[in-house]
C-alpha cells in the first residue's frame, strides 16, 4: 500500500501537464487564496467596526454561527444548479464554489477580528483617548496593533478550514487537488487518493506555517509575551475549530 | 528538535489511527444498531444498491419492491456511487442485488470483451462474472451512454456520428465523469476506436446536471449522457450515432449475489424485466427527473399498474 | 414546502441517522481527548507534539477519511461505523488543545487552595481543575458540533445515509427543494446540538450564575 502510494507520488507522469501535480497544486491554491482574500476584504473591516463600536455584535455573531452551520457540500450544489446556467465560461465552474469557500471563511476571520478588538485593555484605550486621539486613530494604532494576533488566529484557522474543503469543489466539476481524491474515489485508484489527502495536508500545514512567520513577523514584539493569559478565555475559543492562540513556545 | 516534534505528532497520529483499527476490529456492537435501514443482508434478507444516479436508484426502488411483493424482506442503500464503488460492496456483502447494465458491466471484469450485440454481451458478461455473483434475465430496457451534442453544433461541424468526429475533436471539448479517463468506453475508447482525440476534457458527473448545463452553456462541446435521459429531447441535444458499437449493448440487468439468490427472489426479479422496456424505463424516468416524483413512488406505480406488487 | 411536508418521513430518519453520526463522536472525542489534553497539560514536552499532531488530523479532508478508513480498519465500504470513527477523529483534532487550554486556564492559586484542603491529585482534577475548564471545553465542543453537522453531510457522496442524501439527490435532478430542506435540517440541527451544549454547561457550571461570572 505505501509503495504504491510512494511509486503514485513518484510518477514522472504525475508532476507534468495541465493534470499534474504542480497544476492541480496551482489551481488549488488559486481558489483558496481568492477566497480567502475575499473574505478577509469583507470579515476584517466588518468585524473591526464591530469590535470598536460594540454594536451589531448580537446579530452578526448569530449571523456568523449559523453560517458556520451551512453545511458546504448543500451549498456548493444549491449554487451549481442556481448559478451554473447563468455564467459562462470557466468562471461558471469557480464562483459557486468559490461563494461556499468564503461563506465557510467569513465566521472566523470576522470572529477573530471583533474578538481581538474587543479584547483590548480597556486602560490602553483610555489612555490613547486620553492622548488626544480621534476614534479612528485609536482603532489604527492601538486597537488593530492589539487584535492583530487573533486577527491571525482567525484567518490561520479559516485558512486551513478552506485549504480542506476546496477539495468537495472538484465534485462540482473545477481542478484543485480534490480531483485526485474524487477521481482516485470513482476508480477506486487509493494510491490517488492518499497521494491526493497527503498534499492537502502538507499544503495546509505549510500555509499555516508561512502565517505563523508572517504573524511573527507582524505582531508587535511587545505583545507577543502577555497574550498567554488571555488567550484562554472562552471567547478565544470560540473564534474557530482550528485555533491558534500565540504560541508561547513559539514566541 | 524540529525533526522530533514532528516524529512524535506523527507518532501520535499512528497511534491514534490504531487505537481506533483496534477498537473496531472485534466484535463492536455499533456495528449492527448503527444504520436503522439495514440489517436485512444477514437474517435471509436481501439488500439492495444503487449507483448514484436517479435511473439506477429508480431501478433499485422497482426490484425492491418486486421483492417484498413476494415477502422477501428488502433493506436498501441506494446511491452508493460508481461501479468502481458498489462492486465491491457487493464482493464485502454491504449489498447483495443492484441494478446493472450489461455491456459496462462486461467491460469491468473482462477488458477485451468483444461482443456489441445483446444477446453476445449477455453470453460474455455470463462467462466474466466471478464464481459469487451472477446476472438473472436481461431486460429489452436500454440505456446506453451516448457522446451527446447541441444539435446546432453537431449540424454546423456537419456530425453525424462518432466518426465524424477524427478531423474536428482537436478544437473541441469533451465532458464526462472522472472515470470516463481511463475506462475504455470513455477517453481511451475514442481514441482507439474512432481515432477522436479531443482537446481537452473536463471531469463532471455521470450523465448528470453538471453535463447538461455544461453542455446546454457551451463549456464542453461533446458530453456524455444516457440515452434515456429526458433532457436529451428537452434541451435539443442529439445523441451521435455510435456505428463501430464502441458503446456496447446495455441491456438493464439484475446483478446479485449468488449465495443470496433463490427461486422466489429469481421469479420476481426475472418478472419485471419481462415487463421492462426502453420505452417504459424513459417514461419512467421522465417521472423522476422531470416531474420530480420519488423514485419509489414512480416505481410502486409502475408495479402495480403491471400487477407486479 | 409541499415537497417537505411530502418527506416529512424521510428528514426524520435521516435527521436521526445525521444526529447519531454527528453526536455520537462528539461524546466519544471528548471522552478521548480529555485524557490527551490532561497529559498535554501535565507533561510540558507533550503538549506541543500533541496539540499539533493531533490538529493534523484535521487537515485530512473528509472525503478521502470516509473512503480510505474502511481499507484501514477493516470494515464493509458502506458501514456507517466508517463515518463514526472519521467523525471522532475529527471530533479529538479539534477538542485535545481545548482541553488542554482549558485545564491550563485554572488558576494557580485555586491549585494550590484545593491542594492546601487535602485533596488528592485525582480528586483535585474532577473537582476543581475539570469543573473549572467546563466553559472553555463547551465552547470547543460548540465548534466541534457544528463542523461534525457540516463534515457527516459529505459522507452521502459515498451513499451513507443521512442528511447529506438529499444534496445529491436534488443536484442528480437539478431541483432545489431537497437541497434546500437539507441545508435548513443541517443548521437547525447544528443550533439544537448547540442548544444542548449551552444548556450541559450551565447545569455543571452552577457558580457562573451565582457570582454573575463572565462566560
Known amino acids: 500500500m505505501i509503495q504504491n502510494i510512494v511509486r503514485w507520488l513518484t510518477d514522472p507522469e504525475h508532476w507534468s501537464g495541465s493534470e499534474g501535480i504542480p497544476a492541480r497544486l496551482g489551481e488549488h491554491l488559486w481558489y483558496s487564496g481568492l477566497a480567502l482574500a475575499i473574505a478577509a476584504v469583507l470579515a476584517i473591516p466588518a468585524g473591526l467596526a464591530i469590535g470598536h463600536t460594540g454594536r451589531g455584535r448580537f446579530l452578526v455573531v448569530n449571523l456568523a454561527g449559523a453560517a458556520r452551520a451551512i453545511p458546504s457540500l448543500g451549498l456548493l450544489y444549491l449554487m451549481v444548479l ?6 459562462s465560461g470557466d468562471v461558471a465552474f469557480l464562483v459557486p464554489s468559490l461563494i461556499v469557500l468564503v461563506v465557510l471563511a467569513i465566521p472566523p476571520i470576522m470572529a477573530g477580528a471583533y474578538a481581538g478588538v474587543e479584547g483590548v485593555d480597556p486602560a490602553a484605550r483610555d489612555a490613547a483617548k486620553g492622548m ?8 489604527g494604532r492601538v486597537e488593530v496593533p492589539n487584535a492583530l494576533p487573533l486577527i491571525f488566529s482567525g484567518f490561520r484557522s479559516a485558512a486551513l478550514q478552506v485549504i480542506g474543503t476546496t477539495t468537495i469543489a472538484a465534485v462540482a466539476g473545477t481542478g484543485g487537488l480534490g480531483r485526485f481524491l474524487i477521481d482516485g474515489q470513482k476508480i477506486r485508484e487509493f494510491p490517488q487518493m492518499v497521494a491526493g489527502a ?35 478565555t472562552p471567547k478565544v475559543v470560540e473564534i474557530g475549530a482550528l485555533r491558534r492562540t500565540v504560541d508561547p513556545q513559539a514566541s | 528538535m524540529k525533526l522530533s516534534k514532528i516524529t512524535l505528532s506523527i507518532a501520535t497520529v499512528a497511534a491514534l489511527m490504531g487505537a481506533a483499527a483496534c477498537g473496531n476490529s472485534g466484535n463492536d456492537p455499533l456495528s449492527t444498531s448503527s444504520s436503522s435501514s439495514s440489517g436485512g443482508s444477514s437474517s435471509g434478507g436481501l439488500t439492495v444498491g444503487s449507483a448514484d444516479f436517479p435511473e439506477s436508484a429508480l431501478l433499485a426502488e422497482i426490484y425492491a419492491g418486486a421483492l417484498e411483493a413476494k415477502g422477501v424482506k428488502v433493506a436498501k442503500k441506494l446511491n452508493i456511487g460508481a461501479r468502481e464503488a458498489y462492486i465491491p460492496a457487493l464482493k464485502d456483502g454491504s449489498i447483495d442485488l443492484i441494478p446493472e447494465y450489461t455491456g459496462v458491466l462486461t467491460q469491468y471484469f473482462n477488458k477485451s470483451a468483444k461482443a456489441t450485440d445483446s444477446d453476445g454481451v449477455y453470453a460474455e458478461l455470463k462467462a466474466a462474472l466471478p464464481a459469487t455473483l451472477t446476472v438473472l434475465d436481461k431486460s429489452a430496457a436500454e440505456d446506453k451512454d451516448a457522446l451527446v451534442m447541441k444539435k446546432s453544433k453537431a449540424d454546423e461541424l456537419g456530425v453525424k456520428s462518432i466518426a465524424d468526429l477524427a478531423s474536428k475533436s482537436k478544437n473541441l471539448t469533451a465532458g464526462g465523469p472522472p472515470e470516463w479517463k481511463t475506462r475504455l468506453t470513455g477517453l481511451p475508447g475514442f481514441k482507439k476506436i474512432y481515432g477522436v482525440e479531443f482537446k481537452t476534457f473536463r471531469a463532471l458527473d455521470a450523465g448528470g446536471p453538471l453535463t447538461v448545463q455544461a453542455l446546454k452553456n457551451g463549456q464542453i462541446d461533446a458530453g456524455d449522457l444516457f440515452t434515456t435521459d429526458p433532457n436529451i429531447p428537452a434541451n435539443g441535444f442529439v445523441a451521435l450515432e455510435d ?46 427527473v422531470v416531474d420530480k416524483k420519488d423514485a419509489s413512488v414512480v416505481a410502486k406505480d409502475f408495479l402495480s399498474k403491471s400487477g407486479l406488487a | 414546502m409541499t415537497w417537505f411536508l411530502d418527506h416529512l418521513g424521510d428528514v426524520q430518519d435521516r435527521t436521526l441517522q445525521h444526529v447519531y453520526l454527528a453526536g455520537l463522536p462528539l461524546l466519544l472525542g471528548l471522552l478521548l481527548a480529555l485524557p490527551l489534553g490532561w497529559l498535554a497539560r501535565r507533561y510540558k ?14 487537515t485530512i479532508p473528509s472525503l478521502a477519511l470516509f473512503v480510505l478508513l474502511p481499507a484501514i480498519i477493516h470494515r464493509q465500504i458502506l458501514d456507517p461505523v466508517n463515518v463514526l470513527v472519521a467523525m471522532t477523529l475529527y471530533t479529538v483534532a479539534l477538542l485535545v488543545r481545548t482541553v488542554a487550554d482549558g485545564l491550563g486556564a485554572v488558576p494557580e492559586h485555586v491549585q494550590q487552595a484545593a491542594t492546601a484542603m487535602g485533596y488528592t491529585r485525582v480528586k ?3 473537582a476543581v481543575e475539570l469543573p473549572l475548564a467546563v466553559p472553555v471545553i463547551s465552547a470547543g465542543l460548540r465548534v466541534a458540533a457544528v463542523s ?10 459515498i451513499g451513507i445515509p443521512q442528511l447529506g442524501l438529499f444534496f445529491t439527490d436534488g443536484f ?11 441545508i435548513v435540517a443541517c443548521i437547525v440541527l447544528a443550533l439544537l446540538f448547540d442548544v444542548v451544549i449551552i444548556g450541559v454547561t450551565r447545569v455543571l457550571t452552577p457558580w457562573i450564575r451565582a457570582t454573575g461570572g463572565r462566560a
Open chain 3, 148 to 157: 461534525n453537522v457540516s463534515i457527516v453531510s459529505v459522507a452521502a457522496i
Open chain 2, 243 to 288: 456505428p463501430k458499437s464502441m458503446f456496447a449493448a446495455q441491456n438493464v440487468v439484475p446483478l446479485i449475489t449468488k449465495s443470496k439468490s433463490n427461486p422466489t427472489i429469481e421469479g420476481a426479479l426475472n418478472a419485471v424485466s419481462a415487463k421492462l422496456d426502453t420505452a417504459t424505463l424513459t417514461a419512467l424516468l421522465t417521472q423522476v
Open chain 3, 45 to 58: 514536552a507533550l503538549y506541543a507534539p500533541f496539540t499539533a499532531g493531533f490538529g493534523l488530523l484535521y
Open chain 1, 82 to 87: 442556481w448559478l451554473f446556467p447563468k455564467l
Open chain 1, 198 to 232: 497527503l498534499l492537502v495536508a502538507v499544503l495546509a500545514l505549510l500555509v499555516d506555517l508561512l502565517l505563523a512567520v508572517a504573524q511573527r513577523y507582524a505582531v508587535s514584539p511587545g505583545l507577543t509575551g502577555r497574550s498567554r493569559g488571555r488567550s484562554n
Open chain 1, 132 to 139: 488626544g486621539m480621534t476614534g479612528s486613530q485609536v482603532l
Open chain 3, 172 to 182: 442528480n435532478r437539478d431541483f432545489y427543494d431537497p437541497i434546500v430542506v437539507g
Open chain 3, 124 to 126: 483535585r482534577f474532577f
